[in-house]
T-cell receptor
Framework: DGGITQSPKYLFRKEGQNVTLSCEQN?????MYWYRQDPGQGLRLIYY???????QKGDIAEGYSVSREKKESFPLTVTSAQKNPTAFYLC?????????????????FGSGTRLTVV | AQSVSQHNHHVILSEAASLELGCNYS??????LFWYVQYPGQHLQLLLK??????LVKGIKGFEAEFIKSKFSFNLRKPSVQWSDTAEYFC?????????????FGAGTRLAVHP
């Protein structure tokens, strides 16, 4: 079955350490996204990538980094510069929006990684 | 910049009451609109979506939403809620800017339905 796999489900790290969250998809989707979910703030976009070797900052990119070396993979690194890293992180992928007339961009979400920094 | 505003952060209803959750967005171009639901302890689930055609969209579990372009709104409705509708509801807008798609979420509305 096609889908998005995020690992691990739970992650604990000490303050000051970098940590990388994995996101892999086998849907052949071009675009991939990282969101952070906090109570009362919904899902906020961290980074997104439309194609391989290209990515853009979202609304809260500070303290995070990403890479997109393969179509299937979009890992997110939470660096020590991120002041409040404890959160639930969701990865998503989507079909492309093509041409002047938009087609439905279907989004698929992973099951998330809960990161706790102690 | 693209943004989504959900007016109610917390809503408390009794079973059988009618529900309407407000959603307004800010974006100048063509959009796709979504409502997602997150039940306690579970993951995001798509309730319904709009991308073109009839502005009244029907989704799963008896939910519907109406796209009013002139008001930049996409309010979610259900005529009679059940206890099992207790969840958090997110409105989201997919817009295209500078050659990139991105999906932006509202802050969410937490709905509690009492028996």
């Amino acid at each position: 079955d096609g889908g998005i796999t995020q690992s691990p489900k739970y992650l604990f790290r000490k303050e000051g350490q970098n940590v990388t969250l994995s996101c892999e998809q086998n849907l052949n989707h071009d675009a991939m996204y990282w969101y952070r979910q906090d109570p009362g703030q919904g899902l906020r976009l961290i980074y997104y990538s439309q194609i391989v070797n290209d990515f853009q900052k979202g609304d809260i990119a500070e303290g995070y980094s990403v890479s997109r070396e393969k179509k299937e993979s979009f890992p997110l690194t939470v660096t020590s510069a991120q002041k409040n890293p404890t959160a639930f992180y969701l990865c998503a992928s989507s079909t492309p929006w093509q041409g002047a007339n938009p087609v439905y961009a279907g989004y698929t979400f992973g099951s998330g990684t809960r990161l706790t920094v102690v | 910049a693209q943004s989504v505003s959900q007016h109610n952060h917390h809503v408390i209803l009794s079973e059988a009451a009618s529900l309407e959750l407000g959603c307004n967005y800010s974006y100048g171009g063509t959009v796709n609109l979504f409502w997602y639901v997150q039940y306690p302890g579970q993951h995001l689930q798509l309730l319904l979506k709009y991308f073109s055609g009839d502005p009244l969209v029907k989704g799963i579990k008896g939910f519907e939403a109406e796209f009013i372009k002139s008001k930049f709104s996409f309010n979610l409705r259900k005529p009679s809620v059940q206890w099992s509708d207790t969840a958090e509801y997110f409105c989201a807008v997919n817009g295209r800017s500078g050659g990139y798609n991105k999906l932006i979420f509202g802050a969410g509305t937490r709905l509690a339905v009492h028996p």
